[in-house]
């Protein structure tokens, strides 16, 4: 079983910045890999990005290509997304996920086993 715990989100102006956790607690022994997904009103979840369990791979959505960053730090079981130069469309709840099955990242939701809670990302214009 793994346990995931966001936190970080927040208001903030359009070009600000803001640095998502994802908490990890569990069967974090066992090689797992950790995506970010957010959904904004009447829109499907929709892939932000994924890292590897051991960190040495990334896959980003294009949406974000260049402003977001994923990391981790296992010593710490935790993950993170750092946002950068927010934009309005950026707003929706975004939720961090472990999937225990697969070696690589996968980009549809339904693939993922376990789920946090979810953090709200509000942005102002």
């Known amino acids: 079983q793994v346990q995931l715990v966001e936190s970080g989100g927040g208001l903030v102006q359009a070009g600000g910045s803001l640095r998502l956790s994802c908490a990890a607690s569990?069967?974090?022994?066992?090689?797992?890999?950790m995506g970010w997904f957010r959904q904004a009103p009447g829109k499907e979840r929709e892939f932000v990005a994924g890292i590897s369990g051991s960190g040495d791979s990334t896959r980003n959505a294009d949406a974000v290509k260049g402003r977001f960053a994923i990391s981790r730090d296992n010593a710490k079981n935790t993950g993170y997304l750092q946002l950068f130069n927010l934009k309005p469309d950026d707003t929706a709840v975004y939720y961090c996920?472990?999937?225990?099955?697969?070696?690589?990242?996968?980009?549809?939701?339904?693939?993922?086993?376990?789920w946090g809670q979810g953090t709200q990302v509000t942005v102002s214009s």
């Open positions: 569990g069967r974090t022994s066992d090689p797992y890999v």
């Open positions: 996920a472990a999937d225990t099955v697969a070696g690589f990242v996968r980009t549809v939701a339904g693939n993922y086993d376990y």
